[in-house]
């Protein structure tokens, strides 16, 4: 049994990107006084999903005429309401929202539908098909979108929809828990946790490369696609991996380009607009991910995360077509930056939020599925409320621990995704990378 909280007891979190850093401001805005922050890299934490100069945000509004109450409709619901709140009314995050409206499309039967769903969503409101090249080159200023968009359809959503500055919010975020007295401890040896410590049974902190333990009356591991490397989580984790890179924008362009809903197309990529700071505009190309197949010291494969600031050739060409299609003046501008970004999926996408079966004293935070950043406002509420034992029954049930789930799974299951070849790719079999000078 897990020895019982109080506000002064030492809480350790094995994690400094999102939601490591969401979990530290919850508790600390809850009073908790010790609370220290591991993670190998100061914040933002060069390899956590969230160090990125945008993030698509949906928010829509919440319909309170909507009388569907399965469970899962609660389930999204209260997410969608706990998000909203915090980007829109919350002044740690509300000043890094901007809700520019975003164009969501696809060109294959199966996506076009799946889009359809998206765009009869209750709290979708406002939105306009568009089904031909000029209905989509007029949803931004002349001269922007100058393709041809072949055999796109989508619609456009004005309001309620757009993007965040990511590595602003996580900052924001992580300095406000310092001035309510968080600690972080970051670097190559000091925070960078090696293994957990167990004692009696149970998880009593972590131990750093420089030998020393950090221990705790509870620990939260907040590792994203690192954490199957300190816990067995029984497949119920796999890291997956994303492709962006960058353009150099002149100060003109960066002019023109700003305030432009996004653009999504889930089988092709999606941009928005440039970085104010750098000049640079993001794009990424759209695909179900790339897994880096090894195999464990019992045989058994996995997927092993590694940091790279270059991407496979062949998502370079996914971008440059992408760009192609949709502003061919940029599509042969040479990439300024380019970085894989690693998530970790669960077998049904929603998130892992519990304490451990086995060790009480450990709770876990995990399984952002490629949707877990827009609730960094809110997601470190709930991995605290689940450590207090008082996260809401039917949030529960959903983020539980479900080994069951992942018996004979998948390792392959695209999980709803389209895009490049349509498969789960493998990073073992690139052979051509880009060559980006830093």
Same mark, same amino acid.
């Given at each position: 049994?897990?020895?019982?909280?109080?506000?002064?007891?030492?809480?350790?979190?094995?994690?400094?990107?999102?939601?490591?850093?969401?979990?530290?401001?919850?508790?600390?805005?809850?009073?908790?006084?010790?609370?220290?922050?591991?993670?190998?890299?100061?914040?933002?934490?060069?390899?956590?999903?969230?160090?990125?100069?945008?993030?698509?945000?949906?928010?829509?509004?919440?319909?309170?005429?909507?009388?569907?109450?399965?469970?899962?409709?609660?389930?999204?619901?209260?997410?969608?309401?706990?998000?909203?709140?915090?980007?829109?009314?919350?002044?740690?995050?509300?000043?890094?929202?901007?809700?520019?409206?975003?164009?969501?499309?696809?060109?294959?039967?199966?996506?076009?539908?799946?889009?359809?769903?998206?765009?009869?969503?209750?709290?979708?409101?406002?939105?306009?098909?568009?089904?031909?090249?000029?209905?989509?080159?007029?949803?931004?200023?002349?001269?922007?979108?100058?393709?041809?968009?072949?055999?796109?359809?989508?619609?456009?959503?004005?309001?309620?929809?757009?993007?965040?500055?990511?590595?602003?919010?996580?900052?924001?975020?992580?300095?406000?828990?310092?001035?309510?007295?968080?600690?972080?401890?970051?670097?190559?040896?000091?925070?960078?946790?090696?293994?957990?410590?167990?004692?009696?049974?149970?998880?009593?902190?972590?131990?750093?490369?420089?030998?020393?333990?950090?221990?705790?009356?509870?620990?939260?591991?907040?590792?994203?696609?690192?954490?199957?490397?300190?816990?067995?989580?029984?497949?119920?984790?796999?890291?997956?991996?994303?492709?962006?890179?960058?353009?150099?924008?002149?100060?003109?362009?960066?002019?023109?380009?700003?305030?432009?809903?996004?653009?999504?197309?889930?089988?092709?990529?999606?941009?928005?607009?440039?970085? #104010?700071?750098?000049?640079?505009?993001?794009?990424? $190309?759209? +695909? !179900?991910? =790339?897994?880096?197949? @090894?195999?464990? &010291?019992? %045989?058994?494969?996995?997927?092993?995360?590694?940091?790279?600031?270059?991407?496979?050739?062949?998502?370079?060409?996914?971008?440059?077509?992408?760009?192609?299609?949709?502003?061919?003046?940029?599509?042969?501008?040479?990439?300024?930056?380019?970085?894989?970004?690693?998530?970790? #999926?669960?077998?049904?996408?929603?998130?892992?939020? $519990?304490? +451990? !079966?086995? =060790?009480?004293?450990? @709770?876990?935070? &995990?399984? %952002?599925?490629?949707?877990?950043?827009?609730?960094?406002?809110?997601?470190?509420?709930?991995?605290?409320?689940?450590?207090?034992?008082?996260?809401?029954?039917?949030?529960?049930?959903?983020?539980?621990?479900?080994?069951?789930?992942?018996?004979?799974?998948?390792?392959?299951?695209?999980?709803?995704?389209?895009?490049?070849?349509?498969?789960?790719?493998?990073?073992?079999?690139?052979?051509?990378?880009?060559?980006?000078?830093?």
């Amino acid at each position: 049994m897990a020895s019982p909280l109080k506000l002064s007891s030492p809480i350790l979190i094995v994690g400094g990107g999102t939601w490591g850093v969401s979990s530290a401001l919850h508790l600390a805005r809850r009073g908790y006084d010790n609370v220290t922050v591991l993670d190998s890299y100061p914040i933002p934490s060069a390899i956590s999903a969230g160090n990125d100069i945008n993030k698509i945000v949906e928010l829509g509004s919440i319909s309170q005429s909507e009388d569907d109450e399965s469970h899962q409709t609660y389930v999204s619901r209260s997410l969608l309401a706990a998000a909203r709140q915090g980007w829109l009314h919350d002044p740690v995050f509300k000043p890094f929202y901007h809700d520019t409206g975003y164009i969501v499309a696809a060109d294959s039967e199966a996506a076009i539908a799946q889009i359809d769903v998206r765009r009869k969503r209750p709290h979708n409101t406002g939105t306009t098909m568009l089904t031909t090249a000029e209905e989509f080159r007029r949803t931004m200023p002349e001269g922007i979108l100058t393709g041809d968009f072949p055999g796109w359809q989508g619609f456009f959503q004005r309001t309620g929809a757009g993007w965040v500055h990511a590595r602003k919010a996580m900052v924001s975020a992580a300095r406000e828990a310092q001035r309510l007295g968080a600690s972080f401890v970051t670097g190559s040896s000091q925070g960078n946790v090696t293994s957990l410590v167990y004692e009696s049974g149970d998880v009593v902190g972590a131990r750093t490369a420089d030998g020393i333990e950090h221990r705790a009356s509870r620990t939260i591991l907040c590792a994203g696609a690192n954490s199957n490397q300190l816990l067995d989580l029984e497949d119920q984790l796999r890291p997956t991996a994303w492709t962006l890179a960058h353009i150099k924008m002149t100060s003109e362009e960066v002019k023109r380009y700003k305030n432009l809903p996004v653009l999504f197309n889930v089988e092709k990529g999606f941009f928005m607009e440039p970085d #104010d700071d750098e000049h640079e505009l993001k794009i990424c $190309d759209e +695909h !179900p991910g =790339y897994c880096n197949w @090894v195999r464990d &010291a019992k %045989g058994n494969p996995i997927s092993l995360p590694f940091a790279q600031h270059q991407v496979p050739k062949e998502a370079e060409q996914r971008v440059r077509s992408f760009l192609h299609e949709t502003m061919p003046q940029l599509a042969e501008r040479p990439f300024s930056f380019a970085r894989i970004c690693w998530c970790a #999926d669960t077998p049904d996408r929603a998130f892992l939020i $519990d304490c +451990h !079966p086995k =060790y009480a004293s450990l @709770v876990l935070g &995990a399984g %952002g599925s490629g949707h877990g950043f827009k609730y960094i406002p809110s997601v470190g509420g709930y991995i605290v409320d689940k450590m207090e034992d008082r996260l809401d029954e039917k949030l529960a049930n959903v983020f539980r621990w479900r080994p069951e789930t992942a018996i004979d799974r998948d390792w392959h299951d695209t999980q709803g995704r389209f895009g490049g070849p349509n498969k789960v790719m493998d990073l073992q079999e690139v052979q051509d990378w880009t060559d980006i000078s830093s």
